[in-house]
């Protein structure tokens, strides 16, 4: 019979990092769940739930800025490779060899970072709603210089968070691609800083030309109706990593690990096999 627990741990760099792991006795290999900007480890509860009972051990995190990890107010603190490296110390502090990371949006984004940097602490690598480009509505060089330069700005002024805390993620509730009183709560409990200088990473993502170093197992997931990181950005990733598997979830949108929680299970589970 499995135990859960929770952990904090402090990063390379002296945050603390909030994570929980849902441990099974048996041999499966270990899932590790990435959220996207704004969210939590929560995100992932149906998913987790599903998969532990099929006998999966997982861990999630808070990435810092988010949920019960330290917001750092630091601009260099945010950066992408710190992340990576979070997802590393965690990895050491429970002595594990080999992880099966999952990401979603930004978490995905992290997910191939750190496939680039430590593929030999990956079996698998599972990366949903993913990009390796800024969104859309952000195009051309003098766009994206902007945006940066509008959310450093507005991360020097932001106050820190009220209240740090999870979201609530009730059953069965449909989650759209844009909602704003889901955006407040979460700079409200994050604070404007760590959503700012999180998406900038976004904005200023370069990562095409280095997918294809990539060379875990690797499945990528996409919802059909994504608008925020829309099919064609996955159909790239998928094409740029070499052996991956491609699966769309029909009339989903971006918040496929919500919304279409058993689907993206079953989907994952066949993955593992």
């Not at 859960?4 to 945050?15: M, Q, T």
């Not at 999966?56 to 949920?67: L, P, T």
């Not at 978490?107 to 949903?128: C, D, M, R, S, T």
């Not at 491609?246 to 589970?269: M, Q, R, W, Y």
Request: net charge neutral; hydrophobic share 40%.
């Amino acid at each position: 019979m499995g135990v859960f627990l929770e952990n904090k741990i402090r990063s390379l760099d002296g945050f603390n990092l909030y994570y929980d792991y849902y441990k099974n006795d048996n041999k499966n290999p270990i899932l590790f769940f990435l959220h996207g900007i704004g969210g939590d480890l929560d995100a992932w509860h149906f998913i987790r739930m599903n998969l532990t009972s099929e006998g999966y051990s997982s861990i999630a995190m808070d990435f810092r800025g988010h949920g019960y990890s330290d917001h750092p107010r630091g601009f260099e603190s945010y950066k992408i490779d710190n992340l990576v490296d979070d997802i590393s110390a965690i990895i050491n502090t429970e002595n594990i060899r080999k992880i099966i990371l999952i990401g979603h949006c930004y978490g995905a984004v992290v997910a191939e970072h750190f496939a680039i940097k430590y593929p030999e602490k990956l079996e698998k690598l599972i990366l949903i709603s993913s990009t390796y480009r800024p969104p859309n509505y952000i195009k051309g060089e003098f766009l994206r210089m902007i945006a940066g330069w509008l959310s450093n700005v507005g991360a020097f002024f932001s106050p820190k968070p009220y209240k740090p805390r999870h979201s609530d993620y009730p059953e069965g509730k449909f989650h759209h691609d844009y909602e704003w009183f889901g955006l407040a709560r979460t700079i409200f409990h994050n604070s404007l800083r760590s959503y700012l200088l999180t998406s900038k990473e976004i904005i200023d993502l370069k990562l095409e030309q280095k997918l294809a170093k990539i060379k875990t197992p690797a499945l990528v997931i996409v919802g059909e109706r994504d608008s925020i990181f829309p099919i064609d950005i996955s159909k790239k990733i998928h094409e740029s990593i070499v052996g991956s598997k491609f699966e769309i979830v029909k009339g989903a949108n971006h918040v496929v690990i919500l919304n279409n929680a058993d689907e993206v299970s079953k989907i994952i589970g066949d993955f593992l096999l």
